[in-house]
């Protein structure tokens, strides 16, 4: 399974090496181009030389994982992370260095602490990595400073309609930018795997310019905090009601017109659609709407309890609502951007 | 041979580290402990407390009894209440750091075994200051993604929780997993009769997997009473040194097991086991232990008219997390050494044992 894969796949900013490779595989039969950009964005477009809009779809393919930064004369590692981690969900796990090696983030045994140690988190300086080296030259024939850890999570069905894997931020936007490269639009389509959004959005900032597109799709996962005894204020998204369509976070203001017309769409479709309830975060969309004269950008983003941890949790309904939205969207763009075209050219 | 015994050790223990067993609930591991020492002692039978008792006949006629144990419970998790929306808050068996837990795949053990999460918050929307503080458990709860009505069909108030990992290879013979405490005990006890049987011994050898260890050294003392035994050695597990425990912790990984010395010890059986040790090369730590051992050997040692008791334990990394850490070699060096101590136990154990 395309999701499955790519969960399962080790990539965080600056080494996406490996998606990149699986994503290039998959979509290679039915793409016309493929590039690899000076930042190490994959580009495919499909219906280059046709006439009107020219669309480019973006999913991040970098995920948050740990940076060895330093070995300890006995032989452990020292990390720091890339992109946001909460240190506290990494006590008692396991991570993958290099493919080969496995190495676990143990702590000081409960008998050895204070009380008072119990009540208090640990922090990225305070932990490290057993990879049961010998010694720091044991650990040196294994790992180099500078290698990545990556969380160990097995993707599978969960729970009733559910999927639990890592790194769903942002490889279920990647599963269904493959899947909607497989369907044919008579305009010119851009996909964009970029690379670097985790820490600040990079390579979306480097293809919006390049690839200059009309108007702009990123496909996202987001903050899901329907849980427990929370209040429904706080939750952001709700597995299972459909893709979310964002209207304000940290790094964009998205247009009312734009989220109207998504909101029509999903209605005369009977798509399920939610609205993301929170403005924290930020995503592709951030570089790549004010990239050069500023281009016409939505997000849609597939809910996703506990993101950025070991084992985040989303829908196969909104998976595929959200697919099934983007698609449709895509299909009623010439017609809207029709509009918004001629409007673009009077103002020049 | 020895890499068919590594081999050996590690399955096994990868069976016992994967199975669940909480305190009190330990009917499966049980019953997998079971089958294998069905397959290399005489004897093996199980009491009302759940403990396994596998008996190798020694080939003196006028026999004493050895025991040996090692305990098959481990900490875990409890469903505590069900809230409306279908999520479950818990509480601990046994002595569990609540900081292990966030993010963390567990096994409900409801009608059927259901997976969950115990859920943490995305980065982006902790408040300052708020990673600095531990969330307490009472604040989590697991998520099983399912509908109260489903739920309400498998899971209830009282159904126990595991956490959720493979054991993993690290480099070197090391491994990492949960339950290895007191698990590979278990194993150091399947190794000591394989050697056994290679060995000439003169005493009976009763190998107890005991329960309820962690809540309190319970199955041990049940069992003790059973067998009322002439010697006893305790299989456990002790700290291993790390970047965080320096000064607190002496015993390193790797460098053999750790033979307890102190109240709880009978002196002869540690000065018998360095002799052994010496004798056949095998590597070994002292342990000063000036009060309890917190093992089965405290239990063990005051039961009916007294045991003279020994202790020896694995050195271990991160105990009572689902990422304990270990060195096989310890394992099977312990095995062996428990073997040889027991096969090189004079006939007359009185004199051996006498103040």
Known sequence: MLLKSLSELNGTSGDEGLVRNFVRQQIESFTETI????????????????PGPKVMITAHMDEVALMIIDITSDGFLKFQPVGGIDARILVSKPVQINESLIGVIGAKAIHLQKRSERQKAMSFDQLYIDIGAKSKEDALSKVKLGDYAYFITKCELFGEGLYKGKAFDDRVGCAI??????????????AAFTVQEEVGLRGAKVAAYHVAPDFAIVIEGTIAMDVSDREEEGWVTELGKGPACSLMDRATLYSPELIQWVTDIARQKGIPLQFRRGSSGGNDAGTIHVSKAGIPTIVLSVPCRYIHSFASVISEKDYLACLNLVDELLKDLPRKLGVNLIDKEEIV | MINTQMQRSREFLSLLSIASGVSGYETSIATLVKERFTTIADEVRCDTFGNVYALKKGNNKSYKKIMLAAHIDEIGLIVKKIDPRGFLSFTSIGG????TLLSQEVLVHGREAVPGIIGSLPPHMLQDGDSEQAVKMEDMVIDVGLSPAKLNEVIQVGDIITLKREMLPLLNNVIAGKS?????????????LDELSRLQHAHDVIAVATTQEEVGVRGALTSAYTLNPDLAVAIDVTHATTPDTKGQVTIELGKGPAIALGPNIHPAIYRHFSEVAQEHRLPIQIEPIPGSSGTDAWAIQVSQAGVPTGLISIPLRYMHTSVETLDMQDVLDSGKLLAHFIASLPNDLEEFLCY
């Open chain 1, 35 to 50: 590039t690899i950009d000076k930042m190490g964005n994959l580009i495919a477009s499909k219906n280059g030389n046709s």
């Open chain 1, 177 to 190: 930018l493959v899947e909607l490269l497989k369907n044919d639009y008579d305009f010119p389509v851009v």
């Open chain 2, 96 to 99: 569990v750091d609540q900081r």
């Open chain 2, 180 to 192: 290895l405490d007191d698990r590979a005990g278990v194993v150091v006890m399947m190794v000591c």
